[in-house]
């Protein structure tokens, strides 16, 4: 059974950057496109970014283009977002995703970004 453990959120100031982990487990990571999405209070969740398996494209929300990176590393089971330049618009619980067909989501980190 696939499981998602991100880590790396907290409170920082705008302007200020963070870099949330996913670490992957239960199955072949490799095999596995990665994203994160991210649900603010009273909103739907919405996408974020993706990388794909083998070429590791990216893609990319236009809120966030420019100031986020998504990365990963198959050795170590992990995928990454490091997030500059933060915005109070960013606030937000932010979650990873396995995407292969189905997918199976972390239960997220909250990611507070104060004025």
């Known amino acids: 059974q696939v499981q998602l453990k991100e880590s790396g959120g907290g409170l920082v100031q705008a302007g200020g950057s963070l870099r949330l982990s996913c670490l992957f487990s239960?199955?072949?990571?490799?095999?596995?496109?990665m994203a994160w999405y991210r649900q603010a209070p009273g909103k739907e969740r919405e996408f974020v970014s993706r990388?794909?398996?083998?070429?590791?494209?990216?893609l990319y929300a236009d809120s966030v283009k420019g100031r986020f990176t998504i990365s990963r590393d198959n050795a170590k089971n992990t995928v990454y977002l490091q997030m500059d330049n933060l915005k109070p618009e960013d606030t937000a619980v932010y979650y990873c995703?396995?995407?292969?067909?189905?997918?199976?989501w972390g239960k997220g980190t909250l990611v507070t970004v104060s004025s």
């Open positions: 239960g199955g072949t990571f490799g095999l596995y496109a």
């Open positions: 995703a396995a995407l292969r067909g189905v997918s199976y």
């Open positions: 990388i794909s398996q083998r070429n590791f494209n990216t």
